[in-house]
């Protein structure tokens, strides 16, 4: 959960309202960096337009969803995270997310309740700030290539593993951190790129399933969590309309001396 809009994440939204380039926002990402990933300059670039203007739509139309749920883009898959106050806003994240072209899959991991405090929004920032120097660390793993969120001590990763092995590898860091519940991945192994998705994605508005929770989680070997079956109706959106999309359009390539927030 987010207690406060960054003044990047502000100047990313004034800035795509008067059409001009789009930033990148949350953290500190160089030209340099995005070309070393393994979605290259140019995934990364579309990816952070495509955060942007789902940030944007929410701050014009739920504008408290920009505070309260994370959004992480990548390869097109966008997984949001974060605790709202009601299964409609939930609802409207999703449908509002969908306007915005280039979208291939939303996974939707938003809980309900009544927001982390700031004592526990510290503790979920720290763990992923473990995690992100532990991978770092390690030479076996090329760590550029994911993206890590932690709500209420559950970590998140999304992005590309060059195999099995580094997946692993990945998680067990994370797994032995202190305070980490349990490790939900949405990764995506190299070699299977052009294949399903770890996990099955948790919304799709085209009536197909419903969003919810995926079930390809790591409990923490330190302090196992017991997986607790839904007991709310699943969420279910419509589609939206053809005409109804943002269209991405093409942007300049940023100066590559710059960092973008």
């Known amino acids: 959960?987010?207690?406060?809009?960054?003044?990047?994440?502000?100047?990313?939204?004034?800035?795509?309202?008067?059409?001009?380039?789009?930033?990148?926002?949350?953290?500190?990402?160089?030209?340099?960096?995005?070309?070393?990933?393994?979605?290259?300059?140019?995934?990364?670039?579309?990816?952070?337009?495509?955060?942007?203007?789902?940030?944007?739509?929410?701050?014009?139309?739920?504008?408290?969803?920009v505070n309260k749920i994370d959004v992480v883009v990548h390869q097109g898959r966008v997984?949001?995270?974060?605790?709202?106050?009601?299964?409609q806003s939930q609802i409207e994240a999703i449908r509002l997310a969908w306007k915005v072209h280039g979208i291939k899959e939303i996974i939707d991991e938003t809980t309900i309740g009544e927001g982390e405090s700031?004592?526990?929004?510290?503790?979920?920032?720290?763990?992923?700030?473990?995690?992100?120097s532990g991978l770092l660390g390690d030479d076996d793993i090329r760590s550029l290539n994911y993206n890590i969120q932690t709500i209420g001590g559950i970590i998140y990763l999304m992005g590309i593993a060059q195999s099995k092995q580094e997946l692993d590898k990945v998680i067990d860091h994370a797994r032995h951190i202190n305070g980490v519940k349990k490790v939900t991945s949405y990764v995506t192994i190299k070699s299977q790129e052009n294949m399903a998705p770890q996990q099955t994605p948790a919304s799709d508005p085209t009536g197909n399933q419903p969003p919810q929770n995926g079930n390809n989680t790591f409990?923490?070997?330190?302090?196992?969590?017991?997986?607790?079956p839904l007991t709310d109706q699943p969420i279910r959106t419509e589609a939206p309309a053809a005409n109804d999309m943002i269209e991405s359009q093409p942007l300049d390539a940023p100066n590559t001396g710059s960092s973008f927030q």
């Not at 997984?79 to 299964?87: E, F, Q």
């Not at 409990?219 to 607790?228: A, G, K, M, T, Y």
Request: contains cysteine; negative net charge; aromatic residues 8%.
């Open 1 to 65: 959960m987010k207690h406060m809009m960054s003044i990047s994440a502000l100047g990313s939204l004034i800035a795509l309202s008067g059409c001009a380039p789009v930033l990148f926002m949350g953290g500190a990402v160089t030209v340099a960096t995005s070309a070393s990933e393994e979605r290259g300059f140019q995934g990364a670039f579309s990816d952070t337009e495509i955060k942007t203007k789902i940030q944007f739509q929410w701050h014009q139309h739920k504008p408290e969803l």
């Open 79 to 87: 997984l949001l995270t974060g605790i709202v106050d009601k299964p």
């Open 118 to 132: 700031f004592t526990d929004y510290v503790k979920d920032s720290w763990i992923s700030t473990q995690l992100k």
């Open 219 to 228: 409990p923490s070997s330190d302090s196992p969590v017991e997986q607790i």
